[in-house]
């Protein structure tokens, strides 16, 4: 069964880090691009980051570009984000999910469940 898994959220203060694990199961990752999406309450859907199966194409959006960076270890079928300079304006469910593509083009066709990060002091 095919599944994505968000984890590594939590807790933190403004200017705090943290590093979300995207696991796959049921298929093999390396195959596909990922994404990172969040969605704060009230607000519309928000994409963050995409990296190709390589990992040598990614992109981000403005609200987290310099500080969010994206990564993947084929071998242990995981993506990250590394999360730096955390803001208040940053929390939200965070999720992965899975592109139809190898490279951060076109849709998306499995969202994994996602992971609660909040920012507060």
């Known amino acids: 069964q095919l599944q994505l898994v968000a984890s590594g959220g939590g807790s933190v203060q403004p200017g705090g880090s943290l590093r979300l694990s995207c696991a796959a199961s049921g298929f093999t990752l390396d195959y596909y691009a990922i994404g990172w999406f969040r969605q704060a309450p009230g607000k519309e859907r928000e994409g963050l980051s995409c990296?190709?199966?390589?990992?040598?194409?990614?992109n981000y959006a403005d609200s987290v570009k310099g500080r969010f960076t994206i990564s993947r270890d084929n071998a242990k079928n995981t993506v990250y984000l590394q999360m730096n300079s955390l803001k208040p304006e940053d929390t939200a469910v965070y999720y992965c999910a899975k592109r139809l593509a190898r490279l951060c083009v076109g849709g998306y066709d499995y969202w994994g469940q996602g992971t609660q990060v909040t920012v507060s002091s």
């Open positions: 990296i190709s199966t390589s990992g040598v194409s990614t």
